[in-house]
């Protein structure tokens, strides 16, 4: 039987935030192993935190992850550190009881007006020779076929140097589905 995932729009609508707190009642569908997937810890973290700092957009997120947070009911609370003109400090605990799981540090900024203006731009590029374009699959094999001629180990040293008896031979075939 195929086991469905909650869809993440669905959570989003489930979470309670009042002031500094926040709580979502997690399914076991959003347990990697026996913890929450780290992203929806950032996200009950950052409901609680936004409750406190609503206006301003974030610019910053540090999430440590301390201890598993198990699924049902998961709470965050949320405390300003600092509060200035433009930016605004915000600590986010996810807890278990007196336990902290998770802690989060947010800052939240209000865009501020600047004398400098940047406008990157995107430097003229001269090839000597035109791009060659091919088909992927025939460009494919084409780089298969080069690296192997030319893929060695990469712990192999000077190829002048004799190879390690137990490791003769270096297969990039695994390596190379992953690519």
């Not at 974030?58 to 198990?70: G, M, W």
């Not at 780089?143 to 040293?157: K, L």
Request: glycine fraction near 8%.
């Amino acid at each position: 039987m195929e086991q469905t995932t909650t869809p993440f729009s669905v959570l989003l609508s489930r979470i309670r935030a009042g002031e500094g707190t926040s709580t979502l009642e997690v399914p076991e569908d959003w347990l990697q192993g026996r913890t929450l997937f780290g992203g929806l810890q950032a996200v009950v973290g950052l409901a609680a935190m936004r409750s406190l700092a609503p206006d301003a957009p974030l610019r910053s997120l540090q999430v440590t992850f301390l201890a598993p947070v198990p699924g049902g009911p998961v709470t965050a609370r949320a405390r300003i550190l600092r509060s200035g003109k433009s930016a605004t400090h915000v600590e986010a605990r996810i807890v278990d009881g007196d336990n902290t799981l998770a802690l989060m540090v947010g800052v939240f900024g209000l865009p501020r007006t600047s004398a400098v203006t940047l406008r990157p731009q995107q430097p003229s590029v001269v090839s000597e020779k035109p791009a060659e374009l091919h088909p992927v699959a025939a460009s494919n094999e084409r780089r298969r076929a080069e690296s192997a001629r030319t893929m060695r180990s990469p712990f192999a040293g000077d190829p002048s140097t004799p190879r390690c008896s137990r490791y003769p031979s270096f297969d990039s075939s695994a390596i190379r589905r992953f690519a």
